[in-house]
């Protein structure tokens, strides 16, 4: 079945650093992508997403790139900050019996420090 | 414009107790769903709805049931609660053919 891989952390940086989650997918077919942020508290928000391979998704300073032929969607942030500790999760959305199923990853916690 | 509204955000029940779960939407959205959020399991599929009147199951069905009498409301009932329900429930809802999805701000269920 459809699959989403992340690390589940956490994953503690100074503030300013530089910021890569991995996420890699495994689907039946041509789903979209997506990453969702979680601050304590609250519910899932998107935080971007990409329809078709090469598109680049971005948003707060958060970027992903579609990328078909190694099945990932990488998220990066050139200089985090304290304000973007949560847990984010990856997550694909695909077409099946006429509506769209969305798998999510576990999640990975983001701890920033100052 | 209130989007997805959880109620209540926190609860405590006792073993064998029955509750509801309350989840509404004011956006029309065709598609609900509800997901439990466990440490080290992200988030797993109860239930899911279509549309009014037309509910199927997820990955982890058993001890739960729903219903869809309305396009804005999707109620999760646990009939016998067990310690093994304790977990965040979220709702969720979006349109039949959009990806995004709106989620609501939780439900923290203890089960003692």
């Known amino acids: 079945g459809d699959s989403v891989t992340q690390m589940e952390g956490p994953v503690t940086l100074s503030e300013e650093a530089f910021l890569t989650i991995n996420c890699t997918y495994t689907a039946t077919g041509y789903p979209s992508l997506f990453w969702y942020v979680q601050y304590p508290g609250e519910g899932l928000q998107l935080l971007l997403k990409?329809?078709?391979?090469?598109d680049k998704g971005s948003n707060k300073g958060f970027e992903a790139t579609y990328r078909k032929e190694t099945t990932s969607f990488h998220l990066e942030k050139g200089s985090v900050q304290v304000s973007d500790s949560a847990v984010y999760f990856c997550?694909?959305?695909?077409?099946?019996?006429?509506?769209?199923?969305?798998?999510f990853g576990i999640g990975t916690k983001l701890q920033v420090i100052p | 414009n209130a989007g997805v509204t959880q109620t209540p955000k926190f609860q405590v029940l006792k073993t064998g107790q029955s509750m509801t779960l309350q989840c509404a939407q004011d956006?029309?959205?065709?598609?609900m769903s509800w997901y439990r959020q466990d440490p080290g399991m992200g988030l797993r599929l109860i239930h899911y709805s279509v549309g009014a009147g037309i509910t199927d199951q997820g990955e982890v069905p058993n001890g739960y049931n729903v219903s869809r009498s309305t396009t804005e409301d999707f109620p999760l009932r646990l009939l016998s609660a067990a310690p093994s329900q304790t977990s965040v429930y979220f709702c969720?809802?979006?349109?039949?053919?959009?990806?995004?999805?709106?989620f609501g701000q939780g439900t923290r269920l203890t089960v003692v």
């Open positions: 990409a329809t078709k391979a090469d």
């Open positions: 997550a694909l959305s695909l077409n099946s019996g006429g509506y769209q199923k969305v798998t």
């Open positions: 969720a809802s979006r349109l039949q053919g959009g990806p995004e999805a709106f």
């Open positions: 956006m029309n959205h065709e598609y």
